[in-house]
């Protein structure tokens, strides 16, 4: 239930705090904070024990049923409580057809040598992603694959974008995510014998069918503009392609990736 008086102004500190953290990675990675919108991607969120400081309520778009589920899940703990009017809430909310519910979230921060390995670890690794819906994509798939991890080596959008979680429907938060670097990533998977497969179209790849992706496995993947740099290609142990049998070359990097992990799946069954 609200702890405070309506909020009703644009101009309230906590509404334009809201927005500078939507538009401003500087300022996420300042506050340590980002914004969840949605009941279904903040329950995901709430399951996976994300620390919740703040809700905003628009009573009008989120019904009672609704107000109901997260009085049951955010009732008794410490987070902060507050109505906004529906002209308040349709100024942060970012998607169209909102369901009234925002969150302040205080995403986790982890690193590879905190990352707990099974015996076949199957990581998802992908070079400079800066497409936030990408991103959240690759989530979905690590997710349902139940893929060990997401690293992304060199970053250039925040792994907690807002629209990142809202294009993973929350599963930035069931998913390991990780922020590293090449040479930190190419050492690290050497020191646990992962061994690294390239998506590449490159003289020496291989058809991904013909490889055996059952042990420590990490499917490294680069940007749909580029693809991976030089560098990264010629460190990986291995190139391999999805074989393309129209006009086009290459698919969208989410959908490659998705084909790349459920093969691994499947072998591993």
């Not at 101009?11 to 990675?29: D, T």
């Not at 989120?62 to 507050?82: I, K, S, Y």
Request: hydrophobic residues 45%; negative net charge.
């Amino acid at each position: 239930m609200p702890l405070f008086d309506p909020i009703t102004s644009p101009q309230n500190p906590r509404i334009k705090n809201l927005l500078k953290l939507q538009q401003k990675s500087s300022e996420r990675r300042a506050q340590g904070l980002t914004i969840i919108e949605g009941l279904r991607e903040l329950t995901i969120a709430h399951g996976a024990g994300v620390v919740i400081p703040a809700l905003f309520v628009c009573p009008d778009l989120a019904g009672a049923a609704w107000q109901q589920q997260l009085q049951e899940l955010f009732g008794g703990g410490t987070t902060e409580w507050f109505e906004v009017s529906k002209a308040v809430f349709e100024k942060v909310a970012y998607r169209e057809g909102s369901d009234g519910v925002l969150a302040l979230a205080r995403p986790p921060q982890l690193t590879l040598e905190e990352l707990l390995l099974p015996a076949a670890p199957l990581l998802l690794v992908l070079e400079a992603v800066e497409k936030p819906g990408n991103l959240g994509a690759i989530l979905r798939t690590a997710d349902a694959a139940q893929a060990t991890a997401v690293i992304v080596c060199d970053p250039r959008t925040d792994l907690f974008n807002p629209n990142a979680i809202r294009s993973s429907i929350g599963c930035s938060f069931t998913v390991p995510t990780i922020a590293t670097t090449r040479e930190a990533l190419l050492t690290w998977c050497r020191k646990h014998g992962i061994r690294t497969y390239a998506a590449a179209l490159t003289e020496h790849a291989v058809a991904y069918t013909t490889c055996d992706f059952r042990g420590p496995t990490a499917l490294v993947m680069g940007t749909e503009a580029d693809g991976l740099t030089p560098e990264l290609m010629q460190a990986c142990d291995q190139t391999i392609i999805i074989p393309m049998r129209g006009a086009i070359d290459s698919l969208n990097v989410s959908t490659a990736t998705a084909i790349l992990t459920f093969e691994a799946v499947r072998q591993r069954e």
